[in-house]
């Protein structure tokens, strides 16, 4: 069965202090995985797609990475505009669906 | 204007009421999903199209059905409202094989 799991369920860091979230996942042949970004009462705002392992993505203080078995989204110097959910999500090589994991809460404080 | 537009964006409605939550786009995707979001459990899916004349049930699909009206139009029904389908509801849009991309929302409460 395809599912992913993302870790830690909660994060809370200080303005400046880098780190990573973390997203595990079992499918069926990957055919992307993919990095959004959820405000509170907002929907998920896209943010990376990754289609191999060893592909990498960045934008601003964000960089996604890929490995056969998971994904990090690192988070460089956060600043407080960088809190939200961070979800992640898989789809399988035999359908067009999308699995999401339960999203990392992150909150950056001055 | 936003590329996939749901309403009504909050509802309350009472136990055993039909109710019609409502979602158009306009990206042109054939591609189209309903979500429910709670939370601690993240992002389900209730049913997904292809095209107008294709239909599929999701892991969560039972009190719900759909209407696909158009390619841009993509309805979701609780034909007898329960408290436990209070929920965050997403309509989302796709080519298939790229991102989806995501309404903001009907926030729905049944009392």
């Known amino acids: 069965e395809d599912q992913v799991t993302q870790s830690p369920e909660a994060l809370r860091l200080q303005e400046g202090e880098s780190s990573s979230l973390n997203c595990s996942y079992t499918?069926?042949?990957?055919?992307?995985l993919f990095w959004y970004r959820q405000d509170p009462g907002k929907g998920p705002e896209f943010l990376f797609t990754?289609?191999?392992a060893g592909e990498e993505k960045e934008k601003e203080r964000l960089k996604a990475t890929l490995t056969k078995k998971e994904s990090f989204l690192h988070i460089t110097a956060p600043k407080p505009e960088d809190s939200a959910t961070y979800l992640c999500?898989?789809?399988?090589?035999?359908?067009?669906?999308?699995?999401f994991g339960t999203g990392t809460r992150l909150q950056v404080f001055p | 204007d936003a590329d996939v537009t749901q309403t009504p964006r909050n509802r309350i409605t009472k136990t055993g009421k039909r109710i019609m939550l409502e979602c158009s786009q306009t990206?042109?995707?054939?591609?189209m999903y309903w979500y429910r979001q709670d939370p601690g459990l993240g992002l389900r899916l209730i049913y997904y199209?292809?095209?107008?004349?294709?239909?599929n049930k999701g892991e969560i699909s039972d009190g719900y059905s759909v209407s696909r009206q158009a390619q841009a139009k993509f309805s979701l029904s609780l034909e007898s409202a329960i408290p436990n389908q209070t929920a965050l509801y997403f309509c989302?849009?796709?080519?298939?094989?790229?991102?989806?991309?995501f309404g903001q929302g009907t926030r729905l409460t049944v009392v």
């Open positions: 499918v069926s042949g990957l055919r992307g």
């Open positions: 990206k042109g995707h054939d591609r």
């Open positions: 199209s292809f095209d107008v004349k294709d239909i």
């Open positions: 989302a849009t796709s080519t298939g094989t790229d991102e989806a991309f």
């Open positions: 999500a898989v789809r399988a090589h035999n359908t067009d669906k999308l699995i």
């Open positions: 990754l289609y191999s």
